[in-house]
T-cell receptor, first 115, second 115 residues
C-alpha cells in the first residue's frame, strides 16, 4: 500500500516569513495529492490539491509543487499570518476503480506563526 | 452549501451503551467516509460508502457498524466500545465522479469518550 512521510513535524516561523512543508510518497501510481489544514477542535479543511499531470499549483499565498520523479510534493505558504497556525496534513491517493478516493495521510506538521 | 454536518459534537458513553453518530451532506456527493482520529495523529480511514453501498471496510471491529440510509446521510452505530476507542470521529464526503471527484470535504467531527 501507499506510505506518506511528512517533514518537519513542527515548524515555527515569524509573521510574514514563508513556510515550507515536504512530503514523500512510496507508490508511483498515486495521482492525487491534497493538503489539509486542521485547527484545534475542528475537522480537516482542504486548502489546495494537485494532480499528477500538473507540476505546480498556486492559490493566493499557498502553492503546492509536485516532483513525480522524486515522488515528493511540498506546500509553500508565503507571507504567513497568525491565522495560518494549525496542523497541516498532506495526503496521497492511488487510482481506484470505484467512485470514492482512498487517502493516505502524512503524520502532520504543526505550524506556529509568531508575531 | 459546501458543508458536512455531524451530530453530536461530543459524546460520552459507557462500555455497555449503544449510541449512534450522524453525518449529513447536501452537496449531492455520492461517496461518504468515516475516519477515526486520535490526538496528534492523522485521520485513519474506517469505512467508505459509494452510491450508498459499503465499498471499503478497513478491518474495523464489529462494535462499529456503519449505515447509509440515503445519499445524504451516514450513521455510525456504536456498541460495547472500549476506552481505547475514545477519539475524534470524522465524516467526509466527495463527489465521486469527474475531475473534482477525489476532493474530500470533512465535517467538524464528534469527540467520543468511552468510560
Amino acid at each position: 500500500g501507499e506510505n506518506v512521510e511528512q517533514h518537519p513535524s513542527t515548524l515555527s516561523v515569524q509573521e510574514g516569513d514563508s513556510a515550507v512543508i515536504k512530503c514523500t510518497y512510496s507508490d508511483s501510481a498515486s495521482n492525487y495529492f491534497p493538503w489539509y489544514k486542521q485547527e484545534l477542535g475542528k475537522g480537516p479543511q482542504l486548502i489546495i490539491d494537485i494532480r499528477s499531470n500538473v507540476g505546480e499549483k498556486k492559490d493566493q499565498r499557498i502553492a503546492v509543487t509536485l516532483n513525480k520523479t522524486a515522488k515528493h510534493f511540498s506546500l509553500h505558504i508565503t507571507e504567513t499570518q497568525p491565522e495560518d497556525s494549525a496542523v497541516y496534513f498532506c495526503a496521497a491517493s492511488l487510482p481506484w476503480a470505484g467512485t470514492a478516493s482512498k487517502l493516505t495521510f502524512g503524520t502532520g506538521t504543526r505550524l506556529q506563526v509568531t508575531l | 452549501d459546501t458543508e458536512v454536518t455531524q451530530t453530536p459534537k461530543h459524546l460520552v458513553m459507557g462500555m455497555t451503551n449503544k449510541k449512534s453518530l450522524k453525518c449529513e451532506q447536501h452537496m449531492g456527493h455520492r461517496a461518504m467516509y468515516w475516519y477515526k482520529q486520535k490526538a496528534k495523529k492523522p485521520p485513519e480511514l474506517m469505512f467508505v460508502y459509494s452510491y450508498e453501498k459499503l465499498s471499503i471496510n478497513e478491518s474495523v471491529p464489529s462494535r462499529f457498524s456503519p449505515e447509509c440510509p440515503n445519499s445524504s446521510l451516514l450513521n455510525l452505530h456504536l456498541h460495547a466500545l472500549q476506552p481505547e476507542d475514545s477519539a475524534l470521529y470524522l465524516c467526509a464526503s466527495s463527489q465521486g465522479m469527474g475531475l473534482a471527484g477525489h476532493e474530500q470535504f470533512f465535517g467538524p467531527g464528534t469527540r467520543l469518550t468511552v468510560l
